[in-house]
């Protein structure tokens, strides 16, 4: 592939068509959806025949769009490698959320390079929003330009996490970072979808979100659309491997060190 950013930004349209399309089809699929049909992949981890099927349309549809491309997918429902360029996706990131009809819930899919993201999409399916970026870009949500927030203080900031799936391992120290920003920020949501929650701080609705134990299909995305918008992202250690360590950090360029620092000291990572 060319990789040039009008390539990448013709790309990037064809990838929401493709984004909107799974979306719809997983918004039907809530009308009738039935708990039954949950599967248990791991504790508090959950997989239904909606977030496979997504998968499947993407992959079949991002294949034929760069037929070149590998693929690194949650729901493994496809195993092929790639050269330098990887599609990463998530089907249907806020599982938990769509089988409870909560929200919110999302299609997120990154094309990476070299495992550095140049296109990332984010739809989240119930408020039919979509987030884009491409490398070299603005970000964008609806055709509006976006930018993080300008909230100049975590004491001023509004902040979100998650809980991951293997939150028991760092148990202390996520109640201790709970404890600490329900005291000295706005206040700390936890919404249950990572990529939805990048996609938030990108539009500047969260100041700041941190996280372990993700992978990378759930934040691919939404670490391009935090750049893009103008925000910056790091793991717990202020670097950058958050693809490797799961642990991310990302808000504006004001409360981003000193929410880093916090956590570092928190986790001790």
């Known amino acids: 592939m060319n990789s040039t950013r009008e390539n990448y930004k013709e790309l990037t349209k064809q990838v929401m068509d493709i984004a909107k399309e799974v979306a719809s089809y997983i918004g039907q699929q809530q009308q009738v959806f039935r708990k039954d049909k949950v599967q248990t992949k791991s504790r508090n981890d959950f997989v239904s025949y909606v977030d496979q099927e997504a998968e499947k349309q993407l992959v079949k549809k991002l294949g034929e769009l760069f037929p070149n491309a590998g693929f690194i997918t949650e729901e493994g429902t496809v195993e092929q490698g790639g050269g330098a360029y990887c599609w990463v996706i998530d089907p249907l990131d806020g599982t938990t959320n769509f089988i409870h009809n909560s929200t919110p819930y999302a299609v997120s899919i990154a094309l990476v390079h070299n495992m550095q993201p140049v296109v990332g999409v ?6 039919n929003e979509t987030f884009y970026a491409w490398e070299g870009s603005k970000a964008y949500m609806n055709g509006t330009e976006i ?9 001023e900031s509004l902040l979100c996490t998650g809980r991951p799936h293997n939150y028991l391992e760092k148990l202390d120290a996520l109640v201790q970072s709970f404890a600490y920003f329900l ?23 969260f100041d700041g979100r941190y996280e372990f134990g993700l992978k990378p299909w759930d934040i691919a995305a939404g670490v391009l659309l935090v750049q893009q918008a103008g925000g910056q992202v790091c793991d717990f250690n202020g670097g950058n491997a958050y693809f490797k360590t799961g642990d991310i950090i990302a808000g504006n360029a004001h409360i981003t060190r000193p929410l880093q620092l916090k956590i570092n000291q928190i986790f001790g990572a």
Not at 122 to 127: A, G, L, N, Y
Not at 147 to 155: C, E, G, K, N, P
């Open 147 to 155: 930018q993080v927030s300008d909230t100049r203080t975590l004491q």
């Open 122 to 127: 984010i739809h989240e399916v119930t408020r």
């Open 183 to 205: 005291d000295h920020s706005h206040g700390l949501r936890t919404t249950g979808s990572a990529a939805a929650d990048l996609a938030y701080v990108a539009c500047g609705r």
